[in-house]
């Protein structure tokens, strides 16, 4: 089972800062990791599948890198409403694995 | 509009069984692979089971294997999951989500029905 570590567990920002979200894997598994966001009460929704490909109508300030089994979620200037629990999955085997979450969270 | 509209969920005594629902709307149901997600209270997400567009293939977490059977009907664009055994570690909210047409990531969710387990 491929394990997904996701760090830090909460992120304090404000408005306007740079958010970097971090996903480890627990092996090498190429590209086949997607993102969602899940605000309170709500759904997940897919921010980015691929490593690096945004989802249809997802605004330009997410993107997702990958550099061997380093993970990364970006938000280049967050706005209110990314203020949510973000989860990165791989679809590479399975059974399909979640990491465990991180809160970005109002300064 | 796509849609998914989960339904069956409820409060059951541990050992007993649930059956859900989910039903699309607003695409070719039958080309997509379905799965099952859930969220225990103030917990991540945890997938539960896969199932192949035609029915054929289907995959499950070991913490369900042997207890939930996930299936289809086509004809009706419904997923259906039948939860057997149930363990008080089930309660969860359960969400269906469709998965890309290339089998990426879930990029369609239900609003989730919640299945509590207790005594």
């Known amino acids: 089972e491929i394990v997904l570590t996701q760090s830090p567990a909460t992120l304090s920002l404000s408005p306007g800062d740079r958010a970097t979200l971090s996903c480890r894997a627990s092996?090498?598994?190429?590209?086949?990791l997607a993102w969602y966001q899940q605000k309170p009460g709500q759904a997940p929704r897919l921010l980015i599948d691929d490593a690096s490909n945004r989802a249809t109508g997802i605004p330009a300030r997410f993107s997702g890198s990958v550099s061997g089994t380093d993970f990364t979620l970006t938000i280049s200037s967050l706005e209110p409403e990314d203020f949510a629990v973000y989860y990165c999955q791989q679809r590479n085997s399975w059974p399909l694995t979640f990491g465990g979450g991180t809160k970005v969270e109002m300064k | 509009e796509v849609q998914l509209l989960e339904s069956g969920g409820g409060l059951e005594q541990p050992g007993g069984s649930l059956r859900l629902s989910c039903a699309a709307s607003g695409f070719t149901f039958n080309n997509y692979a379905m799965n099952w997600v859930r969220q225990a209270p103030g917990k991540g997400l945890d997938w539960v089971s896969t199932?192949?567009?035609?029915?054929?293939?289907?995959f499950y977490a070991d913490s369900v294997k042997g207890r939930f059977t996930i299936s289809r009907d086509n004809s009706k664009n419904t997923l259906y999951m039948e939860m057997d055994s149930l363990r008080v570690e089930d309660t969860a909210v359960y969400y269906c989500?469709?998965?890309?047409?290339?089998?990426?990531?879930?990029?369609?969710w239900g609003q989730g029905t919640l299945v509590t387990v207790s005594s």
């Open positions: 092996q090498n598994f190429g590209s086949h």
């Open positions: 989500a469709r998965r890309t047409i290339s089998w990426g990531g879930f990029d369609v």
């Open positions: 199932i192949s567009g035609d029915g054929i293939n289907t």
